[in-house]
């Protein structure tokens, strides 16, 4: 996961060139990247620590979001799998009862 990897660092020049990265993958206007680009250069290491902390916890919640999504997606794609199988045993017992009736 991302998050992990994001948590890990610990390098004040790691934190800034991931936290430019970041910004540059937003969807924004250019001119305001730049903006924000340019007060990563004017910040202090508090400064920095505590942009780059929020992104790492915005970014940990998109994560778990994103996976509790797909967990849900799974747990409805096995629900209608075993509700299809369900369907298909009963089918199935049916016609062998059809069949040992009319023997």
């Not at 992990?4 to 390098?11: I, M, N, P, T």
């Not at 910004?23 to 007060?39: R, V, W």
């Not at 849900?72 to 199988?85: D, G, H, L, Q």
């Amino acid at each position: 996961m991302i998050f992990e990897y994001l948590k890990k660092q610990r390098k004040i020049k790691e934190k800034i060139k991931l936290t430019k990265l970041m910004i540059f993958n937003l969807q924004i206007p250019e001119d305001q990247k730049s903006l924000y680009i340019q007060a990563l250069d004017v910040l202090d290491e508090n400064g920095i620590d505590r942009i780059y902390d929020s992104l790492v916890i915005f970014i940990k919640d998109i994560e778990i979001k994103e996976l509790n999504q797909i967990q849900k997606n799974n747990f409805t794609v096995i629900a209608w799998m075993r509700k299809k199988e369900a369907e298909e045993r009963k089918k199935e017992i049916n016609s062998f009862s059809f069949l040992i009736n009319n023997i």
